[in-house]
């Protein structure tokens, strides 16, 4: 599921396959991205970021390596990073993932990950809705 070519007018151009856009308006949801990795090369380095992100997994698959832990995510899945935690993640080579991401900030995004079920120890979802 790519995203249509009259959708990429919204986006800041970046690289082909990866787009994202500023939200805005005051909002915990800081920026909304789409990235496809069957052409862009994956990062493989661990990194502590200061912001939440919420990844929706729409096709594919990959790795989520978080306080010590390796989690599988697959398509029809979500994962949760919380700020000031070591963490990578990568596609899968043979299935690369596709995703859109969602950049969070403050208390808000705490709350509403901690209602989703998200935690250290369970960073990943199911997204029933797919």
């Known amino acids: 599921m790519a995203l249509g070519d009259e959708n990429m007018g919204k986006f800041i151009t970046q690289p082909k396959f990866v787009r994202h856009f500023p939200v805005v308006a005051e909002s915990f949801i800081s920026h909304v991205g ?32 978080m306080d010590g832990k390796t989690h599988r995510v ?14 990578r993640y990568f596609p899968d080579r043979d299935a690369p993932w596709e995703y859109v991401w969602f950049t969070l900030k403050g208390d808000t995004a705490q709350r509403y990950g901690e209602l989703l079920g998200f935690s250290l120890a369970a960073p990943v979802r199911s997204c029933r809705y797919f």
Do not use: C, W
Request: glycine letters at 6%.
């Open 74 to 87: 697959n398509a029809e899945e979500m994962f949760f990073i919380p700020p000031g935690v070591a963490m």
């Open 34 to 65: 789409y990235n496809d990795f069957s052409e862009v090369k994956p990062a493989y380095a661990f990194r502590v970021q200061t912001f939440y992100t919420l990844h929706i997994v729409l096709s594919g698959s990959g790795i989520l390596e």
